[in-house]
């Protein structure tokens, strides 16, 4: 898996710190490059499930504030929050250098740190889901996006179909060979 760029993943507070290091573990296993808290009180040894010990193969920022969140020049912020006019994730294009910031589970991204964001994603699901399986999805949707994947089939025979328009808003046709 050769992907673009670099990303992070963090979160705004913790309420229940298992899931916290699940999603730290996640990034770790997705090649992420740095983990960071805000305003969050976490310990690998207390939260146990981050069997990877992601904080000793790649960097972990613990911020007190988000006035102290200093993050890579260019790098973008991207919140993960069930918005109204959040892009929906498979619509959205990742920034090439982005940190994700997710909020804690019981309750969403303060307005201090929604200010700070460079733009929103929404999971497409029926209500909100654990910080540690929202990650988990962004990171995926973003290494499927980045990394240098073939192109699915648009069939299940592998053959080229024609999509319909309102598909990226034009026909498209693809071609995978058999």
Aim: glycine share 8%; charged share 25%; with cysteine.
């Amino acid at each position: 898996m050769s992907a673009r760029g670099y990303f992070g993943i963090g979160i705004e507070g913790v309420s229940k710190p298992m899931n916290a290091g699940n999603l730290f573990r996640t990034a770790n296993a997705f090649g992420g490059s740095f983990v960071f808290t805000v305003g969050a009180e976490y310990s690998v040894r207390k939260a146990k499930s981050d069997t990877s010990v992601a904080p000793k193969s790649i960097p972990w920022y613990d911020f007190d504030t988000i006035e102290d969140m200093k993050l890579p020049r260019l790098c973008k912020i991207v919140g993960v929050e069930l918005l109204d006019d959040a892009e929906e994730l498979p619509s959205f294009f990742h920034p090439i250098n982005a940190a994700y910031i997710l909020g804690r589970e019981r309750g969403s991204l303060s307005p201090a740190m929604q200010e700070k964001c460079d733009y929103f994603i929404k999971i497409p699901t029926k209500f909100c889901l654990n910080v540690a399986t929202a990650g988990a999805i962004v990171m995926y949707d973003r290494i499927v996006t980045h990394g240098r994947f073939a192109q699915r089939p648009t069939g299940e025979l592998g053959k080229a179909i024609e999509l319909p328009d309102h598909v990226q808003g034009r026909p498209i046709q693809r071609t995978i060979d058999t």
